[in-house]
């Protein structure tokens, strides 16, 4: 079972490492722009997170999640971060 988990890690790791590679590619060529037009960017951004939001807000009350008892929301909520944030410790290894 170690050799898979070891595999996994691996395989995340030159994932990361091959986002890192791209994003320092790209970075000087959208510092320029992100400089030029900052509250344009800003606005686009929140604009998309606003919209990403309440989509999967919507989402989960079509399927009907957010008609449950707010106890497991808040629940699922706390698993979910917990989850992330030990891939995290485990990750940063």
Known sequence: MENGEKINIDILK?????????NNVMASRTRAVFEKYPITFGLLILFGVTTLHEGIK???????????NPIYLLVTGLLI????????KKLDK
Not at 81 to 88: H, S, V
């Open 81 to 88: 971060l917990i989850i992330t944030g030990t891939l995290y």
């Open 58 to 68: 919507g989402l989960m009350h079509k399927f009907g999640l957010l008609d449950l």
């Open 14 to 22: 030159h994932l990361e490492d091959l986002s890192n590679k791209i």
